[in-house]
DNA sequence: CTCCCGATGTTGTATTGCGATATTGGTTTT
DNA sequence: AAAACCAATATCGCAATACAACATCGGGAG
């Protein structure tokens, strides 16, 4: 599927939302958004967590699982701040583009 | 208002909304956009508008309005289509972000 | 000890974002 | 009628992002 531009942000905010409710990692979220019809590379997953970690978004943590290092992430209240935020946005959207039809 | 990278995609699908209903161009939408607490910098503007255009989700074409040329846009088909996948994105949102809480 | 798998990480290139600045043509001011 | 101003679109230059392909790394299976 392409039209990413579109989308992304609908991504990202799809992770600070599984971030809020617990610590998630990055296949898992590969996963997660694979069920909702997205498709994300590794190549843009990561440097992505990276980024939203560094600005304060998220915040991450190294757990051995099986012998296997993983990094979780959760939303700081930052994060949430922003999905905060998102939710004015989403409801705008929504009277505007859900409405009639 | 920062965290930009999570809302440039709503603020596209705004406009592709816009641009489904009637024709709308540049300086209106910025106008608009400030209603919704977004803005939105020439810089960004124009070129993305040309973007969307080139890429076949928007039709422009210019007209003189009081001696001014303006550019108006309409969504194309292909853009009504993104709009409407973005119907079933915003649901989902709706469904997991908004509803509880 | 080799191969595969679950995970995360990196590289190189192309695309996007954005503030600042420019352009174009008409209106108002004096 | 020149100067200053305004609406609107366009471009420049640099920084930030996106992404596919590729790399790494440790454990478990055979």
New binding site residues.
């Given amino acids: 599927m392409f039209d990413?531009?579109f989308f992304?942000g609908f991504v990202k905010i799809h992770i600070l939302y599984h971030a809020a409710k617990e610590p998630v990692?990055?296949?898992?979220i590969t996963h997660e958004l694979a069920r909702h019809g997205y498709s994300?590379?590794?190549?843009?997953l990561?440097?992505?967590?990276?980024?939203m970690e560094k600005e304060g978004y998220l915040a991450g943590s190294s757990k051995v699982?099986?012998?296997?290092?993983?990094?979780y992430y959760r939303a700081t209240a930052k994060g949430k701040q922003v999905l905060e935020q998102s939710r004015n946005s989403i409801r705008e959207l929504v009277a505007e583009v859900l409405e009639e039809k």
Avoid: A, C, I, Q
């Avoid at 994300?40 to 843009?44: N, R, V």
């Avoid at 990561?46 to 980024?51: A, D, E, F, K």
């Fill in positions: 990413r531009e992304l990692f990055g296949v898992e994300l590379s590794p190549g843009t990561y440097p992505t967590l990276h980024r699982v099986n012998g296997r290092v993983r990094k």
